[in-house]
């Protein structure tokens, strides 16, 4: 497609319940990158891809976060057991380079998730 | 936190008149990049600098970067109501991804 497509647009999780958040990449991008925006400023680096391979996981947490891109399917990450402190956006981006190059990255409209 | 600082965190100003947004960063880059956010949307792309570029036009858009000073600024001209938005750069450098800046909340009054 042309446009980076982010679902759901919302996602409300209780507690310890588990969180899916999908991303289909613009069509030819080899890159593909997960940010989460917290509190309407502050953006923070999670996990990127080379295609399937992971490039750059120095942003992931160590534990519960997880982010997969396989061939033919939507980019995923996945939260397991939520906590309060997960709510945030979570916008994906793609891109023909590696964002150190000089190129633009394309983000989606995010997935907002709450935790309740 | 490798996050830059933008200042002023907020910005209102009258339709017609200039806007600056300013942004620091901490270190070497390869680009900057300047997004926009419409409240509770995705980033939109504005403007790409490279680090030997100094100064780039687009539109109403104005782009400085002062790699000595590691700064860059942001000018909006003849501002219009619908650029009401939070503004954000964001620099690449050796780390393979984006460092964004805390960002601008811009009001433009009609």
């Known amino acids: 497609g042309e446009e980076v497509a982010q679902t759901p647009k919302h996602l409300v999780r209780g507690e310890g319940q588990k969180a899916k958040l999908y991303c289909a990449p613009i069509?030819?991008?080899?890159?593909v990158f997960w940010y989460q925006q917290v509190l309407k400023n502050e953006f923070k680096f999670l996990i990127s891809?080379?295609?399937?391979?992971?490039?750059?996981e120095t942003g992931m947490p160590k534990e519960r976060f997880s982010a997969k891109c396989l061939p033919n399917s939507p980019c995923s990450l996945e939260i397991q057991a939520t906590k309060l402190e997960d709510s945030a956006v979570y916008f994906c981006?793609?891109?023909?380079?590696?964002?150190?190059?000089?190129?633009?990255?394309?983000f989606g409209q995010g997935t907002r998730l709450t935790v309740v | 936190s490798q996050q830059g600082e933008e200042d002023p965190q907020a910005l209102s100003i009258q339709e017609g008149e200039n806007a600056t947004m300013n942004c620091s960063y901490k270190?070497?880059?390869?680009?900057l990049q300047w997004y926009r956010q419409n409240s509770g949307r995705g980033l939109v792309h504005l403007i790409l600098?490279?680090?030997?570029?100094r100064e780039k036009h687009s539109g109403r858009l104005r782009v400085t970067l002062d790699t000595s000073k590691k700064s860059s600024s942001l000018l909006i001209t003849a501002s219009r109501a619908a650029d009401t938005a939070s503004y954000f750069c964001?620099?690449?450098?050796?780390?393979?991804?984006?460092?964004f800046g805390s960002g601008t909340q811009l009001t433009v009054l009609p």
């Open positions: 600098i490279r680090s030997n570029e």
């Open positions: 270190t070497s880059i390869n680009n």
């Open positions: 069509k030819g991008h080899s890159y």
């Open positions: 891809f080379q295609n399937e391979n992971v490039f750059d």
């Open positions: 964001a620099s690449s450098g050796s780390a393979r991804q984006l460092t």
């Open positions: 981006a793609s891109g023909p380079t590696p964002q150190g190059a000089s190129t633009e990255a394309f």
